[in-house]
Every structure is written in C-alpha cells, then in structure tokens.
C-alpha cells in the first residue's frame, strides 16, 4: 500500500549557500530499513523534479535512524540570490515528507 513518508518519519531542513539539507527521521526504529528501501536519491531528485539543478546525495545514518540528503543546486542561488519564497530550503524536509512509499501493511504493524 502506499502511504506518505510523514506517516513513519519527520524531517528537518537548511541551507549552505546554494545546496540544501534535508534529514529524514524514522519515529520507529523499526520503520528505519523502509526509508532505506524507499527514500533513495534518486527518488527525492525525481520528487523535487526542476527545482533542483544538481545532484543528490544520501548518506545513512542507522545509530539515528536517520538519512540525510545533500541537494545541490536546489536553492536558486542561494540565500541572497535566490527569488524562490524559501530561498534557505527551510520548507524542504516538509515537502518531502508528503512523497508517497510503498509499504507492506505487516511493516507497520508492531
């Protein structure tokens, strides 16, 4: 079934320069290896579409249960030369949270 991220997990968000920060952190331990196998790079490239201009990087973070994602080239510019509204990408991780990931309904389950 498909649910949205925000059912298993919150984030966080910020900025250096032109590249944006977003962690994604599982509420559950458990719902941890689901972000592994859902939350890829590439997915959160694809998700974000134009809007980022670089690549992606995701770094995993099991001690948390947390992955953290580099985003180039995802703020317009940056801070002070970007026209977007969230020039610091501080509404990022929140918009990810809405991607939708494919889960088996005994995953959930505890």
Known sequence: MKIPLSKIAHGRSGDKG???NIGIIAYDERH?????????????????????????ERYELPNLGALNFLCYGALGGG???S????????TLAAGLLGMEIDVDESELSS
């Open 18 to 20: 032109d590249m944006s």
């Open 32 to 56: 941890y290896p689901i972000l592994v196998r859902e939350v890829t790079a590439g997915r959160v490239k694809q998700y974000y579409g134009e809007m980022f201009d670089g690549k992606v």
């Open 79 to 81: 801070g002070t030369l």
């Open 83 to 90: 026209l977007r509204i969230d020039a610091q990408g501080k």
